[in-house]
């Protein structure tokens, strides 16, 4: 079975650029989260999909958003890029929802902003 | 609310050596914890879970029991490897809160030879 991809790998954009990651989750994962990964901020939950509808939020700016399709596939969207959004973003797929599930996590897509 | 604190890092130790990251947790209701670990260039994976109190999770020689009295859930390995050396994160996943992790800040070891 394949894992979860992520798409592309590395960005480079500049301020004010928009981006737009992919996330492929594990075959028949309905749940798709997002987390933003710095040195200074650590691991943070951005939002969460499940059955293309968002689920759970975290403490992240409008500019951040994202979406899921029909085929579970979820995009993540930063648009006016900031320097201090350079950082790894993962996403982890799951196969249902709730405190024992475990998520199976991508490679991550590292954006730089210059 | 929900946290996780994480014993800082980095952590160094001779090959063999015995390991322990302590962790710590607050949460709502009954969360389930878990250990993941991190290679360089790579996403996270998961080591080791446990789902309720004195449930003790293993893989690959690590281990962790969840002390719900304590509110612990420390990773331990009798005999490191260098294969080991990675970054490893405790997190926890809290009822009502849908599959939103919570994440330490994370551990980096590295074994030398």
């Known amino acids: 079975k394949a894992g979860v991809t992520q798409t592309p790998r590395y960005l480079i954009k500049t301020r004010g650029q928009q981006v737009t990651l992919s996330c492929s989750p594990i075959?028949?994962?309905?749940?798709v989260s997002w987390y933003q990964q710095t040195p200074g901020q650590g691991l943070q939950f951005l939002f969460e999909?499940?059955?293309?509808?968002?689920?759970n939020k975290g403490n992240f700016p409008g500019r951040f958003s994202g979406r899921q399709f029909s085929n579970s596939r979820s995009e993540m969207n930063v648009s006016t890029l900031e320097l201090g959004d350079s950082a790894l973003y993962l996403c982890?797929?799951?196969?249902?929802?709730?405190?024992?599930?475990?998520?199976?996590f991508g490679a991550g897509t590292r954006l730089s902003v210059l | 609310g929900n946290s996780v604190t994480q014993m800082e890092g980095p952590v160094t130790l001779s090959e063999e050596a015995f390991l322990t990251i302590n962790c710590t947790y607050t949460?709502?209701?009954?969360?389930?914890l878990f250990w993941y670990v991190q290679y360089p260039g790579e996403g996270l994976q998961l080591l080791l879970k446990?789902?309720?109190?004195?449930d003790k999770g293993s893989n690959k020689g690590f281990e962790a029991t969840y002390r719900k009295e304590t509110t612990s859930f420390h990773l331990e390995k009798g005999s490191v490897q260098v294969s080991d050396s990675a970054v490893y994160f405790c997190?926890?996943?809290?009822?009502?809160?849908?599959?939103?992790?919570?994440f330490g800040t994370g551990t980096s070891l590295t074994v030398i030879p």
């Open positions: 982890a797929s799951s196969s249902e929802t709730g405190p024992q599930n475990i998520q199976y």
């Open positions: 075959s028949g994962h309905r749940s």
């Open positions: 999909y499940f059955s293309e509808t968002q689920r």
């Open positions: 949460a709502t209701g009954y969360p389930s």
């Open positions: 446990a789902t309720k109190a004195d």
């Open positions: 997190a926890l996943s809290a009822p009502n809160t849908g599959n939103q992790f919570y």
